[in-house]
């Protein structure tokens, strides 16, 4: 099994609306989770970190839940430009890094 | 934030010959660096941990002797693919962490001919 599982997508939504996905991760010891936007032949970029309490900005929320070992990312009003593979990555209790393949979502107008 | 630079961005180069390239972490210290490949439409995979005065880890698969990692100090880590193969051809992303948060260099684009 995977250290971290994430829907590679595609997911395809209308301009406008809500989407939300998420990662799970096996290993109970992980810690400090965040998402990451690629862009296509770019790199990872920092989204936002993910905390138990939830982390907000703006449209994006992101959320962890220890209990459940997974994480959330919910984007609203979705816009063309969020359009991108949006990556979980986090740390396992050896200081592993560990990251999901990549969810793949494409705003259409 | 910090910045990861990546040289060169793109290189282009025959089949047999080697290619080295550099990751250096421009205003942190790195005793870790992180070594990945991204074939097109596909997700990235780690390739090795690069640890600063000792050997690399390697990720299952990957062989050492081909894609050879050295962490000469504490902000700079090169990743030479030996004999490159058409196969090879990828785009080649490293990442250095500090406090937690991995900041990623802006990839190499590998083509072998």
């Known amino acids: 099994r995977k250290e971290v599982e994430q829907d590679p997508g595609p997911f395809n939504v209308p301009e406008g609306a809500t989407v939300a996905f998420n990662c799970t991760y096996s290993?109970?010891?992980?810690?400090?989770f965040f998402w990451y936007r690629q862009d296509c032949r770019k790199e990872p970029k920092l989204l936002m970190s993910?905390?138990?309490s939830g982390n907000e900005d703006g449209r994006f929320t992101a959320q962890l839940n220890r209990a459940s070992q997974y994480i959330s990312l919910l984007i609203r009003d979705s816009k063309l430009s969020d359009s991108a593979t949006y990556l979980c990555?986090?740390?396992?209790?050896?200081?592993?890094?560990?990251f999901g393949s990549g969810t793949r979502l494409s705003i259409r107008p | 934030g910090a910045v990861v630079s990546q040289h060169p961005s793109w290189v282009i180069c025959k089949s047999g010959t080697s290619v080295k390239i550099e990751c250096r972490s421009l205003?942190?210290?790195?005793?870790?660096m992180f070594w990945y490949r991204q074939f097109p439409k596909q997700s990235l995979m780690l390739m090795a941990t690069?640890?600063?005065?000792?050997?690399?880890?390697?990720e299952q698969g990957v062989e050492k002797d081909k894609f050879l990692i050295n962490h000469a100090s504490l902000t700079l880590s090169t990743l030479t693919v030996t004999s490159a193969h058409p196969e090879d051809s990828s785009f080649y992303i490293c990442?250095?962490?500090?406090?937690?948060?991995?900041?990623f260099g802006p990839g190499t684009r590998l083509t072998v001919t």
């Open positions: 990442s250095a962490p500090q406090d937690y948060e991995q900041y």
């Open positions: 993910v905390y138990s």
């Open positions: 290993n109970s010891a992980s810690q400090s």
């Open positions: 990555l986090g740390y396992s209790s050896a200081s592993k890094i560990i």
């Open positions: 205003d942190f210290q790195a005793t870790t």
């Open positions: 690069s640890n600063e005065g000792s050997k690399a880890t390697y």
